[in-house]
Nanobody, 123 residues
Framework: QVQLVESGGGLVQAGGSLRLSCVAS????????MGWFRQAPGKEREFVAA???????TYVDSVKGRFTLSRDSVKNTVYLYMNSLKPEDTAVYYC?????????????????WGQGTQVTVSS
């Protein structure tokens, strides 16, 4: 089992920045793919970003150039740096781990999930 705990969410004005953290514990492995998803009120959970064990990354088009996913394998932590935030980025953000060396972008590929952290961007 792998436990994931997110932190770093909060309220920020449009144009501001936040850094989300996700700490993994339990049977962690550097070979997992790590991803971030988000879910806005009344909407389905959607993919935001993912990173493979060896550094490959992919992002949803709406966050490209604004969000960056990085990983500290020593600390078993992944970070989502979010810049130039927009009101439409408001959502609960979830960290997830997938037992794959691929770069999955769909929900069902992920085996473990965190509890989520709220990000609210005011206009």
């Amino acid at each position: 089992q792998v436990q994931l705990v997110e932190s770093g969410g909060g309220l920020v004005q449009a144009g501001g920045s936040l850094r989300l953290s996700c700490v993994a514990s339990g049977r962690t492995s550097s070979s997992y793919a790590m991803g971030w998803f988000r879910q806005a009120p009344g909407k389905e959970r959607e993919f935001v970003a993912a990173r493979t064990w060896n550094g490959g990354t992919t992002y949803v088009d709406s966050v490209k150039g604004r969000f960056t996913l990085s990983r500290d394998s020593v600390k078993n932590t992944v970070y989502l740096y979010m810049n130039s935030l927009k009101p439409e980025d408001t959502a609960v953000y979830y960290c997830a781990a997938a037992l794959t060396r691929g770069l999955p972008t769909f929900i069902n590929a992920y085996n473990y999930w965190g509890q989520g952290t709220q990000v609210t961007v005011s206009s």
